[in-house]
């Protein structure tokens, strides 16, 4: 089987009147085929990686260099045992289509993504995946080369491996959420690891303030474990004062969902404080004061818990929120959503805004960003992700997109949805009157200045909006430091530290429950 050929069909039907016509590029074809081996049909989305090069065992996206591997999907209903199916690489493909590629030494895989949840995490538990086939001296339509069989399933992720004594204080917690299983018309829980500091006593009087941990983009259940058990032990390590830690999971299928009372994935911050909580803190030497609550998170997870500070303020008593994404959305990393004529992917001369930068590196622009994650499905992408949480919901049940995916012009009735319902500086400014006494001194933002995403930008827009309100807001801006190296610290001889921020963040924290106490590290 050829795993190049070209839509012969296609063009006999199609008269030549010009040369012009004759020249018209042939469509490149990948034939697929499913191995015997399995026993029953599969669908998914089905996923053409190719890069050049050679001796690859694995081939996958990479969004730090979105360029260097082509990718092309097909959605597929239906893949029986045996049988194949021909992917065209020039219809659904980025960055360019397949035939538009120079001769020379390539290498190729298949996945088959049958959660439709590649893009997101990668690759899943139960994907079905092909051998990395050579293709050496590849010109496109010239062939003949090897087919692409999927012959192997992506294993179940390993169990973590955890010291017996952090073991013993994790515990796992999962609640069925009455509203959210309304909404959703189907069961749906709220899921978290708790994190018992190493004194705890189920039994003794001491209560503990709580820390409401969530990750961000791609994480997932078993990351917020294993930040569980680091927490643990810089706890058992006097490094961190005794609290305890609710590892929170935002995954959902369309991405994160923050814990937004989102029109589209539910009433996840209603779950999380009005029958997650009370659950908790039935179960646990809490201590389930305003004073007592605390709210921590990163990237996506920064926004969460931001947007958890000012949405509930009576609920918690203080967010430490590192490189959230976007909270003012006149810096959408970068790009005024309210600008007229607003457009996500170029300015007005031309020029593409960046979305991924290492340090003074421009590594990939937001067209780029937008158009892969396009090639790899409608679910789970982190701009897609965005739209679930921020923007109306459609007709067909979908939220309404923010821009369009090939022009990258930005609606502006979505935009002013957008601004009413979750810009928090606007949201913060607008109702001031009313949250300021239970917001003033309760936020607290700390991002790099040579943030990855550029998120730097949104939070110096939003430190000048709190400070025009007299908010006692806290932004700490770390020189510069990126979207990944921001915990980073020095230990008192001299060595890195890659999550010592936790420990400023959790005394800081402490302090502020426990007013006047005697808690030092290391003592």
């Excluded at 599969?42 to 890069?51: K, P, T």
């Excluded at 500086?425 to 936020?443: C, D, E, F, N």
């Excluded at 949104?458 to 909006?465: G, I």
């Amino acid at each position: 089987m050829r795993l190049s050929r070209i839509l012969s069909t296609v063009l006999a039907a199609v008269p030549l009147v010009a040369s012009s016509a004759a020249q018209e590029p042939h469509h490149l074809f990948f034939r697929v085929e499913l191995s015997r081996q399995f026993t029953a049909p599969v669908s998914g989305r089905l996923l053409i990686f190719l890069s050049a090069g050679t001796g690859a065992k694995q081939i996958d996206e990479n969004p730090f260099r979105p360029t260097a591997t082509y990718v092309a999907a097909k959605e597929i209903p239906a893949l029986a045992p045996g049988e194949s199916v021909d992917v065209d690489a020039d219809d659904l493909a980025f960055p360019g289509g397949f035939s538009s590629l120079k001769p020379g030494d390539y290498q190729a895989q298949a996945v088959l993504d049958v959660n439709h949840t590649y893009n997101y995490s990668g690759r899943g538990t139960g994907d079905l995946v092909s051998d990395v086939v050579p293709l050496a001296g590849f010109a496109p339509g010239a062939g003949p080369e090897p087919d692409l069989v999927l012959n192997a399933a992506v294993p179940e992720r390993p169990a973590l491996t955890i010291a017996a004594d952090a073991q013993a204080h994790l515990h796992r917690e999962e609640l069925t959420s009455a509203a959210l299983s309304s909404f959703a018309g189907r069961t749906i829980q709220v899921h978290a690891w708790v994190v018992l500091p190493p004194e705890y006593d189920p039994h003794a009087e001491k209560r503990y303030p709580t820390v409401y941990w969530t990750h961000g983009f791609g994480g997932d259940l078993m990351y917020a474990e294993r930040m569980g058990a680091s927490l643990y032990q810089r706890m058992a390590q006097d490094k961190m004062p005794p609290m305890i830690w609710v590892m929170l999971d935002e995954s959902c299928a369309t991405g994160t969902h923050e814990f937004a009372d989102s029109v589209n994935n539910g009433p996840w911050g209603h779950a999380l404080t009005a029958e997650f909580i009370p659950y908790l803190e039935s179960r646990y030497r809490m201590d389930g004061r305003t004073s007592g609550r605390f709210l921590q998170g990163h990237s996506s997870g920064g926004w969460a818990t931001l947007q958890l500070q000012v949405n509930y303020p009576k609920v918690f008593g203080g967010t430490w929120s590192t490189s959230p994404d976007p909270s003012d959305f006149h810096d959408f990393s970068g790009n005024d959503l309210y600008a007229p004529h607003a457009n996500l992917y170029h300015r007005a001369d031309g020029s593409l805004y960046p979305i991924v930068r290492d340090h003074g590196t421009v590594l990939g622009t937001m067209q780029q960003f937008a158009q892969l994650e396009t090639v790899l499905g409608a679910y789970g992408g982190q701009l897609a992700s965005f739209e679930w949480v921020f923007s109306p919901r459609a007709s067909d049940g979908r939220p309404v997109p923010i821009f369009n995916r090939t022009t990258g012009a930005v609606d502006p009735a979505v935009a002013a949805y957008w601004r009413d319902h979750w810009d928090i500086a606007h949201i913060v400014a607008a109702t001031w009157a009313q949250r300021g006494p239970l917001l003033r001194s309760k936020i607290h933002v700390i991002v790099g200045t040579a943030d990855t995403f550029y998120l730097d930008g949104a939070a110096h827009k939003l430190e000048a909006v709190l400070r025009g309100l007299d908010a006692h807001a806290h932004f700490t801006y770390i020189p510069d430091r990126t979207h990944f190296d921001l915990y980073g610290t020095k230990t008192a001889d001299g060595k890195d530290d890659r999550v010592g921020l936790y420990d400023q963040i959790a005394a800081e924290m402490y302090a502020v429950a426990r007013p006047g106490n005697t808690w030092k590290p290391g003592r």
